[in-house]
């Protein structure tokens, strides 16, 4: 009784949460996780709202732009309590960030309550857009990027393959997405791991790895994770059996893969984004975010960075009017010409539709980057219906 009592109370005041906000200024509640096991996600995202800010300024329709930061610490039961005080406490206009899918599932329900828009900038589920029509993504989703890897696989001598992923929502839609299309091709799936997204230890599921003998090893795991497990990769002596290692790009995310050494090179993966892709934008991107930030940009700062530019051009196309569904009417359809290459927001599904790119790992002045080969234009995510 007295729970839903008080479910009652919040939706009260969340719908009434946005009334009140001050016209001059737009309110952005800006929510990460700054500390704990995925704090480079919170760093990286914020470091490319921050860039956005320095190149664009502060003013956009008339209104004076405001970023409410919240440190989430990648727990939902936190993202939940900070959406709620940010829309009733701070009457923000709007909710980003959003470093990993059940963050972004848990804020759903209250951004459809306040009708208020969730701007989805790195967690990377297909099915978190479908949770809200208030939902509407920077970044990109694992379906999206994974498929393009299981058309090059087979073309280039992999048939059996073993899939190793994190064992939720982005691991489980990169092994689908993956699988479905290998076995189509013709290849093999020797066997499906799916590994703990909390403290994960993959030396036994390693060791499945190299007792499967596959051509490849197809691996999922959440930015920031693949130190840990390029590490046990190594010391699993995975390098020196022969076996290849393929996957999304998150496993060689550029805000870990210069510490990695030589046992990156030669990682085959596919991804939206690269720090080493080669336009004049991402040059100047690059530049100005080590600038700023001091460290290299990886793909989630682009969901900050291009996300931020979204509410931007929103804004400027409803003439400051920051009421929600204006604002996710003035974000769908959006096509812009990013530092990862050309993005429209397809306007069915609030998700990019955007280059993905088969990468290889090399040495580049002497730093490790993942270096673009082939690309599949304007890639649209199979997983939306
Ligand atoms: C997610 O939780 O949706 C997520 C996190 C990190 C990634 C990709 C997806 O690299």
Same mark, same amino acid.
């Given at each position: 009784?007295?729970?839903?009592?008080?479910?009652?109370?919040?939706?009260?005041?969340?719908?009434?949460?946005?009334?009140?906000?001050?016209?001059?200024?737009?309110?952005?509640?800006?929510?990460?996780?700054?500390?704990?096991?995925?704090?480079?996600?919170?760093?990286?995202?914020?470091?490319?709202?921050?860039?956005?800010?320095?190149?664009?300024?502060?003013?956009?329709?008339?209104?004076?732009?405001?970023?409410?930061?919240?440190?989430?610490?990648?727990?939902?039961?936190?993202?939940?309590?900070?959406?709620?005080?940010?829309?009733?406490?701070?009457?923000?206009?709007?909710? /980003? *960030? #959003?470093? =990993?899918?059940?963050? @972004?599932?848990?804020? $759903?329900?209250? &951004?459809?309550?306040?009708? !208020?828009?969730?701007?989805?900038?790195?967690?990377?589920?297909?099915?978190?857009?479908?949770?809200?029509?208030?939902?509407?993504? /920077? *970044? #990109?989703? =694992?379906?999206?990027? @994974?498929?393009?890897? $299981?058309?090059? &696989?087979?073309?280039?001598? !992999?048939?059996?393959?073993?899939?190793?992923?994190?064992?939720?929502?982005?691991?489980?839609?990169?092994?689908?997405?993956?699988?479905?299309? #290998?076995?189509?091709?013709?290849?093999?799936?020797?066997?499906?791991?799916?590994?703990?997204?909390?403290?994960?230890?993959?030396?036994?599921?390693?060791?499945?790895?190299?007792?499967?003998?596959?051509?490849?090893?197809?691996?999922?795991?959440?930015?920031?994770?693949?130190?840990?497990?390029?590490?046990?990769?190594?010391?699993?002596?995975?390098?020196?059996?022969?076996?290849?290692?393929?996957?999304?790009?998150?496993?060689?995310?550029?805000?870990?893969?210069?510490?990695?050494?030589?046992?990156?090179?030669?990682?085959?993966?596919?991804?939206?984004?690269?720090?080493?892709?080669?336009?004049?934008?991402?040059?100047?991107?690059?530049?100005?975010?080590?600038?700023?930030?001091?460290?290299?940009?990886?793909?989630?700062?682009?969901?900050?960075?291009?996300?931020?530019?979204?509410?931007?051009?929103?804004?400027?196309?409803?003439?400051?009017?920051?009421?929600?569904?204006?604002?996710?009417?003035?974000?769908?359809?959006?096509?812009?010409?990013?530092?990862?290459?050309?993005?429209?927001?397809?306007?069915?599904?609030?998700?990019?539709?955007?280059?993905?790119?088969?990468?290889?790992?090399?040495?580049?002045?002497?730093?490790?980057?993942?270096?673009?080969?082939?690309?599949?234009?304007?890639?649209?995510?199979?997983?939306?219906?």
């Amino acid at each position: 009784m007295v729970t839903r009592l008080k479910t009652a109370l919040v939706a009260l005041l969340l719908a009434a949460g946005t009334a009140h906000a001050a016209d001059d200024t737009f309110k952005i509640g800006l929510i990460l996780p700054m500390t704990g096991p995925f704090a480079s996600t919170g760093r990286q995202v914020d470091g490319g709202v921050k860039l956005w800010m320095q190149q664009h300024g502060d003013m956009v329709a008339g209104k004076k732009i405001q970023v409410i930061l919240k440190d989430d610490g990648g727990t939902p039961d936190q993202t939940r309590r900070i959406a709620q005080e940010l829309i009733v406490n701070d009457k923000v206009n709007l909710l /980003a *960030g #959003f470093g =990993l899918t059940p963050l @972004a599932m848990a804020t $759903a329900p209250i &951004a459809t309550q306040a009708k !208020i828009p969730e701007l989805v900038m790195a967690a990377a589920t297909s099915a978190i857009t479908e949770q809200s029509p208030y939902v509407i993504r /920077a *970044g #990109f989703t =694992l379906p999206q990027v @994974a498929t393009p890897l $299981a058309d090059w &696989a087979p073309k280039n001598g !992999i048939r059996k393959v073993v899939t190793l992923v994190t064992d939720y929502g982005p691991g489980i839609d990169a092994e689908k997405a993956f699988s479905s299309r #290998f076995t189509a091709n013709g290849g093999t799936i020797v066997e499906s791991i799916r590994v703990p997204l909390k403290n994960p230890d993959f030396a036994p599921f390693l060791q499945k790895v190299a007792d499967s003998k596959p051509d490849a090893v197809f691996v999922f795991v959440p930015s920031g994770v693949g130190s840990v497990f390029m590490k046990q990769f190594t010391e699993r002596g995975l390098d020196k059996s022969g076996i290849k290692l393929i996957g999304t790009g998150d496993v060689v995310d550029d805000d870990i893969l210069n510490d990695m050494g030589d046992v990156a090179l030669g990682v085959v993966t596919s991804f939206h984004y690269s720090a080493a892709h080669p336009s004049p934008e991402n040059k100047a991107y690059v530049e100005g975010f080590k600038k700023l930030n001091g460290m290299r940009p990886n793909f989630h700062s682009l969901g900050g960075y291009d996300g931020m530019r979204m509410v931007y051009k929103a804004l400027e196309a409803t003439k400051g009017n920051a009421e929600g569904e204006a604002l996710v009417a003035a974000m769908k359809g959006q096509s812009f010409e990013s530092p990862r290459g050309p993005v429209t927001i397809d306007p069915a599904t609030r998700d990019p539709i955007q280059n993905v790119y088969i990468r290889k790992v090399e040495k580049v002045n002497g730093e490790l980057y993942s270096v673009e080969f082939a690309t599949i234009p304007m890639f649209k995510d199979p997983a939306h219906k």
